[in-house]
């Protein structure tokens, strides 16, 4: 049975760094896409990043091109590293994962984590 998990939110402050971790169970990240997503109070779920199995490709929302890092580490572990961050990307952020389709849209992932609250202080 496949599981992701994500931990590291936190309270900082604006032009703090936070790292966020998603660990994959029940398969290999090899063979999975993974992907954030965050979803703000009153606002869609948006896509934030996503990483194919072959561990080298890439996407990343316009909105955090530059400031966030997508990287698989060992373990079966995921990463989503920001960088000066904004009071904007305040937001539950959520792990998910497929293994047949690399996307920036949710409903393509098969597998989500229950998120973790990631608030950015002005």
């Known amino acids: 049975q496949v599981q992701v998990v994500e931990s590291g939110g936190d309270l900082v402050q604006a032009s703090d760094s936070l790292r966020l971790s998603c660990i994959l169970s029940?398969?290999?990240?090899?063979?999975?896409?993974m992907a954030w997503f965050r979803q703000a109070p009153g606002r869609q779920r948006e896509f934030v990043a996503a990483?194919?199995?072959?561990?080298?490709?890439t996407t990343y929302a316009d909105s955090v091109k530059g400031r966030f890092t997508i990287s698989r580490g060992h373990s079966n572990t995921m990463y989503l590293t920001m960088n000066r961050l904004q009071p904007e990307d305040t937001a539950v952020y959520y792990c998910?994962?497929?293994?047949?389709?690399?996307?920036?849209?949710?409903?393509?992932?098969?597998?989500w984590g229950q998120g973790t609250q990631v608030t950015v202080s002005s």
């Open positions: 029940g398969g290999t990240l090899s063979t999975f896409a």
């Open positions: 998910a994962a497929d293994p047949i389709r690399y996307s920036t849209l949710a409903d393509n992932y098969q597998h």
């Open positions: 990483i194919k199995w072959d561990g080298a490709t």
